[in-house]
């Protein structure tokens, strides 16, 4: 763990919440500090919108970023993507781009990024785990 002891969610991580896995719960309500992306927002608004329940799905989005600390990007997370962007390039391995943004936010706030998703062991650096 990063040593802010501080984590920012991952998008299926979200999902998994909103899906109500019992350890995932768990795992917030011992967390100090919980970050939500800008881009994992997008994510599941996009999500929200091509669902048959898209005013529920977009109502509960609503809720859960506005009761949320949410990161914007900024100048130094776009600094921080385009390092990772170069690295992973040059070593051939590619990961999707939003997913880049959010390990750049990752990075630039020393946060723990929680994901299933194994492709962020590619990145150098990012403290990662998976509930």
Not at 39 to 44: A, D, N, Q, R, T
Not at 61 to 84: K, M, N, R, W
Request: net charge neutral.
């Amino acid at each position: 763990m990063p040593p802010t002891g501080k984590i920012l969610l991952d998008t299926n991580i979200i999902i998994a919440l909103f899906a109500g896995d019992v350890r995932v719960a768990k795992k917030l309500s011992e967390a100090r500090e919980v970050f939500v992306s800008s881009i994992s927002l997008g994510e599941l608004c996009y999500g929200a919108w091509k669902s048959s329940q898209s005013r529920s799905n977009l109502r509960r989005l609503h809720d859960f970023g506005a009761g949320s600390a949410v990161l914007p990007i900024d100048a130094d997370t776009a600094e921080e993507y385009g390092h990772l962007k170069a690295m992973l390039r040059e070593k051939g391995r590619m990961i999707p781009e939003n997913d880049l943004w959010i390990a750049a936010q990752a990075r630039q706030h020393k946060l723990l990024l929680v994901s299933r998703d194994g492709h962020f062991d590619l990145i150098e650096d990012l403290h990662r785990a998976s509930w």
